[in-house]
């Protein structure tokens, strides 16, 4: 997961909701033709990457590591699932054992 995507996914009620609202409700007041405002997706993503540019360094680092040791926890928990799938048992006997 990309670090906006993590990043919104953890603190889109505490850091991003509000400017968010805020942004979209003057994209809906604007009186341009729907074909020519951007989607909604568009807005949260372009709110969200600034946010997070503006960020403090500590801040971003602290949740780097933080999204990398939850993706290496991940990791590890999919290839012991797959080593476990390697030896599916191919005999009653191996069901057993």
């Known amino acids: 997961m990309c670090m906006t995507q993590y990043y919104s996914k953890h603190y889109y009620n505490t850091r991003i909701k509000a400017t968010f609202e ?3 409700a003057v994209v809906l007041a604007k009186p341009d ?6 989607s909604r997706i568009n807005v949260l993503n372009s709110v969200t990457s600034r946010l997070w540019e503006n960020e403090s360094g500590t801040f971003k680092s602290w949740l780097e590591k933080k999204r990398d040791t939850e993706h290496a926890k991940e990791v590890e928990e999919h290839q012991k699932l797959v080593k476990e799938l390697q030896t599916i048992p191919n005999s009653p006997e191996t069901y057993h054992m």
């Open 22 to 24: 805020t942004e979209w």
């Open 33 to 38: 033709p729907p074909s020519d405002k951007p």
